[in-house]
């Protein structure tokens, strides 16, 4: 009897603001659900911070419907609990339970401890669900004697993960005795810890990396019930794009440490993030050497920390995706509409986008038809191209062109992926 423990999948964050990161999120979420999938567990166990946010994006709502909607399918029972990252501050509710309504959740723990039992066969479980906002009442859980096997999920963080983090302030040793497994969430890299009673204490960590510290394997623990002492087999997430990071002196050892980490990446895996820790200040050549990596397509983003001598204080500087810095999107306007006047309007409202500005545009227009009919016009001629085609053959082309005019308005991070599967 298998279970499947996955944690921080943060559907809906974007690290660093980049839209690939996005993607990156999701796909690790729907690699759990594949990997739940294969493994024909009987139990999903989320352990929080499903969402990235209390109002996640929609792309973030359909991927979590359609992954939970896979489960389901399969007679994969769901349980969750809710991270400080799914819980509202105030005045609003969790978006989880949209999914617990959607019946896509067979337990979910928000605001109060909740618990449920699961008959498989010979046996049955009895799931324990503290959400994050009731941590501190883990200890007046009254465990079941009569069951074979209890479990814990909890989302929070453990002092015995010996962080410095205030927030760590529930020790293992609140937890009551009687747990066959405890399933938990909040630290975002993986950590075994045991109970006192002998029950392993199991942080999978999150399923991507959103700080360079959480770097760089990620996994999901797959828990072999079967017996009375579990069995853990954490699963690497294949989808995760690595990372290179490296420290180094000065430009020449980084270019010569850097050029070799990524020419022996696996050719299927995804462009890296690369993080250079330099202890000098002179850091031009390392950027200049990165630029070009990410104009070849060879690193997705860069972040080089610079380490001051003699000094603990370091400065970050973040490149993203360079290249798009070098984009003229007045030039870019100018080129497309091939009207002055129009075009400046079009750049200002780019800049600020207000609603007198869009009047102004749409009254500029009513004043220049001429201009109207010959950019409409255009867009046609455009989608010809040079094409040495028959009017026939012209038409269908525009009709073509019409429409994926049309579908680009619905191009999102979902067409990406469903583009993908
Ligand atoms: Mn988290």
């Known amino acids: 009897m298998l279970i499947l423990h996955v944690s921080d999948t943060h559907l809906g964050a974007m690290p660093y603001g980049l839209i690939s990161r996005a993607r990156d999120i999701y796909e690790a979420f729907r690699e ?5 999938l294969k493994e024909r567990v009987s139990l999903y166990i989320h352990a929080g911070d499903f969402f990235d946010t209390p109002n996640p994006p929609p792309e973030a709502y359909i991927i979590a419907y359609r992954g939970l909607k896979k489960l389901k399918e399969a007679n994969i029972k769901v349980v969750a609990v809710a991270g400080q990252h799914d819980i509202p501050k105030r005045h609003a509710i969790s978006p989880l339970y949209l999914l617990q309504d959607l019946g896509l959740i067979d337990m979910l723990a928000i605001d109060s401890i909740a618990s449920k039992v699961f008959e498989y066969g010979s046996f049955s479980i009895t799931v324990y669900g503290v959400s994050y906002v009731l941590k501190k009442s883990i200890n007046k859980i009254n465990v079941s004697k009569q069951n074979d096997r209890n479990i814990l999920i909890a989302h929070l963080l453990l002092k015995e993960l010996g962080i410095p983090s ?3 302030d529930v020790s293992l040793n609140h937890i009551p005795d009687g747990f066959t497994y405890i399933a938990m969430g909040d630290y975002h890299i993986k950590t075994e810890l045991r109970h006192l009673c002998g029950a392993p204490a199991i942080y999978p960590g999150a399923t991507e990396i959103h700080k360079e510290n959480e770097c760089c394997d990620k996994f999901v623990a797959l828990v072999d019930l079967s017996a009375k002492e579990p069995i853990i087999n954490f699963i690497k997430l294949k989808s995760v794009r690595p990372w290179i990071k490296i420290s180094c002196v000065d430009a020449f050892n980084c270019a010569k440490e ?3 980490k990524i020419s022996g990446l696996d050719k299927n895996v995804k462009r890296p993030i690369v993080y250079v820790e330099i202890s000098n200040t002179r850091t031009e050549n390392v950027t200049k050497l990165l630029d070009e990596m990410i104009n070849k397509r060879l690193v997705e983003y860069y972040r080089i920390k610079v380490i001051e001598e003699g000094n603990t204080i370091e400065k970050g500087i973040d490149r993203v995706a360079e290249m798009y810095e070098y984009i003229d999107l007045d030039k870019i306007i100018q080129n497309l509409v ?3 006047g129009f075009a400046q309007l079009l750049s200002k409202y780019l800049k600020e986008p207000t609603r007198q500005m869009a009047d102004d545009i749409i009254q ?3 004043n220049n038809i ?3 009919k010959a950019l409409e016009s255009r867009y046609e001629v455009i989608s010809v191209g040079s094409l040495d085609i028959d009017k026939e053959k012209e038409r269908n082309v525009n009709e073509e062109y019409k429409e994926d005019f049309k579908n680009r308005g619905k191009s999102s991070l979902l067409t ?6």
Do not use: P
């Open 258 to 260: 850097l050029s070799e």
């Open 364 to 366: 500029f227009l009513k």
């Open 166 to 168: 205030e927030e760590a």
């Open 370 to 372: 001429e201009l109207v």
């Open 338 to 340: 091939k009207h002055e």
């Open 416 to 421: 990406y992926l469903s583009g993908n599967k």
């Open 32 to 36: 759990t659900i594949d990997i739940a």
